[in-house]
């Protein structure tokens, strides 16, 4: 794999719009309700909007695909990428540009509304991704499927571009859909499922990244991936391949928000594999990525500086990044 080859990824998935609006609670007395006034508002790209952000944070060079409406909210989301991102985004007028709407009072989110309307991949717009695509490989070493599964990308689709990066020497990186059949990414290089996501496609109920590790290495047999991430919850992470597994203890120092922080692991593991090809550094690196990202109130990039600032930090403490475990 040559070295041009290696800086750039192909981010594919559903992109939505994140909405912060901070409020002030009061109760109502003429229609005995509580009633919340916003104060401000803050619009950030989410999900696969949001890894191709992390991935640019970190200096990689990044093509997006998605789709929006032909809306406000279309706009404000490609306002808030990185104007590096080789942005490929359609507008479709019969979508919605999917609005997710956190309302916070007091620190703490109230509620939650999502606004979307989805539809699938018309087939010519189907035959723009391939083409796009096979255009591109020779530019790409990474695929980066970021699944929500709300319809707009078929299963035949994503299997048989997950099949063209294979046969090309691509290297394919999955975040999954819970609501995917887990054979549509047979074959993956990666695929990096929280325990959430693992007991949905695997129809198990783990109760615990130790107690799902037999499972795991199941679903690595059964379904040919190079490796099984299982993201981490306060007791780590979990990295699955046919040689062994390993686990890295939770690095996080100060929870305040978990959104976004599975896209910022994603892109930190992918980045560093970029620059070193060492899978134990990358793990580590994802690991400190997401503690990263864990630590801030909305969803966020993370950097290198933060990266770097954070190992230091663990360094000086005496923790030399945590301690990369066998399992078996």
Known sequence: MDTERKKS?????DIVLDCYAECHNQFSNNEEIQKLIIQKKKYLPGNAANVANNLSALGVDVYLFGVTGEDMYGDLLQQGLDPAIHKHIIKNPSVLTPLKSRFI???KTVIRIDEEVYAPLLLEEEAHLLNLFVSLRSKIGYLVISDLNKGTYSDALLKSIIKDAIDHNIQVFIDPSAKRNLSVYTNATVISPNLEEFNA???????????ALLEAKETLKTHKFTYLLLKGDASGSILVSEHG???LPGLTKRMVSSIGAGDSFLAAFIASMIQSSNLFKSFVMANVAASISVSKKYTSTVTKSEIHHFLHELKAGGDNYGSIQRES
């Open 9 to 13: 990824v192909f981010v594919l998935g």
């Open 105 to 107: 009072s007091k620190e």
């Open 201 to 211: 496609l695997t129809d198990t109920n783990a109760p615990s990244l130790q107690e």
């Open 245 to 247: 597994s390993y686990h």
